[in-house]
């Protein structure tokens, strides 16, 4: 005898009869089917749109902010070499310019292949391509001056500052590119973030609809099923926004599977949050590893040289080491360089402030100098040419200034230097350690139109040496007192049966202890031990 409980299917379905729970569960199911499979397109559809218009604004965005970056890299580089060139006379500093002029209409049109379509960016790429025709057509006339023996004319010009006002142009137009790109970006990402509200939208509203076949179906089955999964629904909501530290309230009275379920989901949420924390802290360590990267990239091709000369009757060394917050680059810089009669030129500067801007500042300082001590190395001369040229109006109201010690040392051990508001080197003899003493200092670069360096003359007796440093090394802190030039001598006293650059490592490593592993600004250290010999002519 056939059971009458038992029916058909689409008896079940169409709800002939006496209504049943199973009646009502499979209409509840395929009520929810249709509405969770309409759902899922949409937010299949939302989501893939939203994803691709995101994902193709920033695309565009990186291609053209980097396509940019590129030229003018290249132009910086290249006005560099011109000026360098212009001052020397010596061909390999047009090795950046000839590369620039090569590459330059080939760049340009990758760039405004880029922005086709764009009127604006089209707009800002022309200002920016006329801006950088403007510089390279000065740039061809001080390197045709220089060629043709116009010396003093060539160096008048770049004394005007012509040069440096256009590429200043050039910077100026490249900014104005780079926040339009910066707002095509952000109305990409806000065409994303409507789409994906749209698709919550339709998300939220599919769930309510559900919620409303569910409950039509049973009361009983909206206390025992749909209000614990509401609840769950809540707690799901709350992490796909991101806040995954609440936890879904355990339903007492709910049917056992759906207690279950929910307890299931917090267990999940709690890994979920562990896998999120550490994967952030993985990041936060890519991101330093990269920004480190970076540094001594920065470091390496601009502040520092690619070696140090060797000197017959001298031995040199130097130590470089970043501030630790952040590891931004900084403007400190060295380098040295034998001069044609043997002597030895070393050069020590800090250039106030931190980041691309002052690290790309000490490098211009740091290839003028060199330019300079070929032509002569007298340092009251040096430091003269180079606060001519920091002391322009333009620089000046920026806040660019610069401290330098300028020292020339031979083999014999006699030496002349010139501060330009620079701390005093140390002298460091056998057992004994202290600041050189000094007549005077000049004023730090930058500061004044006219103005003189007066030049101490000292001698560095057999196996002594001179030190020179900027202020971040005896300016490391602990609390309120600074490490001082005094716990820098003794530390190199500590050391003076090892070599000069393990001394110098010692060194930088005790002011960097003493700061407590995080030195507040960057240090450049550069030592000059006399070990006895003439002069080579």
């Avoid at 000065?138 to 004394?159: F, K, P």
């Avoid at 939208?201 to 919620?211: R, S």
């Avoid at 440093?469 to 600074?482: K, P, S, W």
């Amino acid at each position: 005898m056939a059971d009458p409980a038992r029916r058909d299917l689409w008896s079940v379905i169409t709800g002939k009869g006496t209504p049943s729970l199973r009646g009502l569960l499979t209409r509840a199911v395929i009520g929810v089917g249709l509405v969770l499979g309409v759902l899922a397109a949409l937010a299949m559809v939302g989501l893939v749109g939203a994803t691709s218009s995101y994902r193709d604004g920033q695309q565009a965005a990186v291609e053209r902010a980097k396509a940019s970056e590129v030229i003018l890299a290249d132009l910086l580089n290249a006005e560099t070499g011109v000026s360098g060139y212009t001052l020397t006379g010596s061909t390999s500093y047009l090795v950046p310019y000839v590369r620039a002029e090569g590459t330059y209409p080939r760049n340009m049109r990758q760039l405004r292949s880029l922005v086709a379509g764009e009127p604006q960016l089209v707009k800002a790429v022309g200002a920016f391509d006329a801006a950088a025709r403007d510089w390279f057509t000065e740039a061809r006339d001080l390197v045709e001056l220089r060629r043709s023996g116009n010396v003093s004319e060539a160096v008048a010009r770049i004394g005007e500052g012509v040069d440096k006002q256009r590429l200043d142009q050039l910077r100026a137009e490249h900014a104005e590119l780079r926040e339009l790109v910066e707002q095509q970006r952000q109305q990409a990402l806000g065409t994303a973030d409507q789409r994906r509200l749209w698709t919550i939208l339709a998300v939220v509203a599919g769930v309510l609809l559900a919620v409303l076949v569910v409950a039509a179906a049973s009361r009983s089955l909206w206390r025992r099923v749909g209000a614990p999964l509401g609840s769950l629904l809540q707690g799901v909501r709350r992490v796909g926004e991101g806040d995954q530290d609440q936890a879904v309230p355990s339903p007492g009275h709910a049917a056992r599977e759906v207690v279950g379920l929910v307890d299931a989901f917090n267990v999940m949420q709690d890994r979920v949050v562990d896998q999120r924390e550490a994967a952030e802290a993985s990041a936060r360590r890519s991101e330093a590893a990269r920004a480190e990267r970076r540094l001594w990239q920065t470091v390496e091709q601009g502040l520092l040289p690619e070696s140090l000369p060797a000197v017959h009757g001298l031995r040199i060394a130097a130590r470089y080491l970043p501030s630790s917050p952040g590891l931004a680059v900084g403007g400190d810089f060295y380098d040295a360089r034998v001069l044609h009669d043997g002597r030895l030129a070393v050069m020590v500067g800090d250039v106030a402030g931190h980041g691309a801007e002052s690290a790309a500042r000490a490098a211009r300082m740091r290839f003028g100098w060199g330019a300079l001590v070929e032509a002569d190395p007298d340092p009251r001369h040096v430091l003269q040419i180079m606060n001519t040229h920091i002391a322009e109006p333009h620089e000046r109201d920026q806040g660019i200034y610069a401290t330098m010690c300028h020292c020339i040392i031979s083999p014999d051990g006699t030496a002349e230097f010139a501060l330009a508001g620079h701390p005093r080197p140390l002298l460091v003899d056998g057992d004994k350690a202290g600041l050189v003493e000094v007549d005077a200092r000049g004023p730090i670069l930058g500061l004044l139109d006219e103005v003189d360096w007066p030049v101490t003359h000292i001698t560095v007796p057999p196996d002594a040496m001179l030190v020179v440093f900027t202020d971040g090394l005896v300016e490391a802190r602990r609390n309120d007192e600074i490490f001082g030039w005094q716990r820098a001598a003794d530390a190199l006293l500590a050391t003076r049966y090892t070599g000069l650059e393990q001394r110098l490592a010692y060194l930088t490593e005790a002011a960097q202890r003493y700061d407590e592993g995080n030195l507040r600004d960057d240090v450049a250290v550069l030592a000059v031990q006399v070990t006895g010999g003439p002069v080579t002519r």
